[in-house]
């Protein structure tokens, strides 16, 4: 089946900078996308989520930006700080024909803080 | 408030044994989901319960797995004559179940066949 996947695995930025993590999905069904964090020995944290019909949304020192032209989804950290540091997954969800409510994850990004 | 939490947080099982994993949602959630994340990847959907009914069992790898959820609350997810490919962490997730609200996870239960 088609799945989100992840342009980079592992991502190194410097404390204070902001990064941004990118994530591109394959189904166009798709209508719900969201961010999670997950620290080691951890279970996925909720970040940020975003609708279909929307391309921006903010939260606090996040924003996710979705482009369904290109099937694309970002994350942007602003002002990263060392506690940044984790895997994050984009994750979208499909209701195509009337399927079920479990989210499809990609691989992941590592995102390294270095001080 | 409470989150979602999982139980146990480790589990050590010979090959050919049979676990529980124990799932005990955010209270008021009405959705449950049960993923598997393997080492390095991303979780991957299981099955998922609205109240008691398992709305999708889609995602279980074999008919050794099987979910109940019988008071549309804690939920348990059974591995039958477990095999050494079945080791991965198991995450447990809930959400209030209208549309388009965030799933929040467990810590996950790390299990591991020998």
């Known amino acids: 089946g088609e799945s989100v996947g992840l342009h980079l695995p592992t991502l190194s930025v410097q404390e204070g900078d902001n990064s941004i993590i990118n994530c591109a999905y394959s189904n166009s069904a798709s209508d719900y996308f969201i961010w999670y964090k997950q620290e080691s020995g951890k279970g996925p944290q909720f970040i940020i989520d975003i609708r279909s019909n929307m391309d921006k949304r903010q939260g606090q020192r996040v924003t996710v930006l979705l482009n369904k032209t290109v099937k694309h989804l970002s994350l942007q950290i602003a002002a990263t700080q060392p506690g940044d540091s984790a895997v994050y997954f984009c994750a979208e969800r499909s209701r195509e024909g009337g399927g079920a409510d479990g989210l499809t994850f990609g691989k992941g990004t590592h995102l390294i803080i270095q001080p | 408030g409470a989150g979602v939490s999982q139980s146990p947080r480790y589990k050590v099982a010979k090959r050919g044994q049979d676990v529980a994993l124990r799932c005990d949602p955010i209270?008021?959630?009405?959705?449950l989901f049960w993923y598997q994340q393997a080492l390095g990847q991303g979780p991957e959907f299981l099955t998922y319960f609205q109240n008691e009914a398992q709305l999708d069992k889609s995602g279980l790898p074999s008919d050794r797995f099987f979910a109940e959820r019988p008071e549309g609350s804690v939920s348990t997810l059974k591995i039958q004559r477990t095999q050494q490919e079945d080791s991965a962490v198991y995450l447990c997730?809930?959400?209030?179940?209208?549309?388009?609200?965030?799933?929040?996870f467990g810590d996950g239960t790390r299990l591991s066949i020998l």
């Open positions: 997730a809930s959400s209030l179940g209208y549309s388009n609200q965030p799933q929040h």
């Open positions: 209270s008021g959630h009405v959705s």
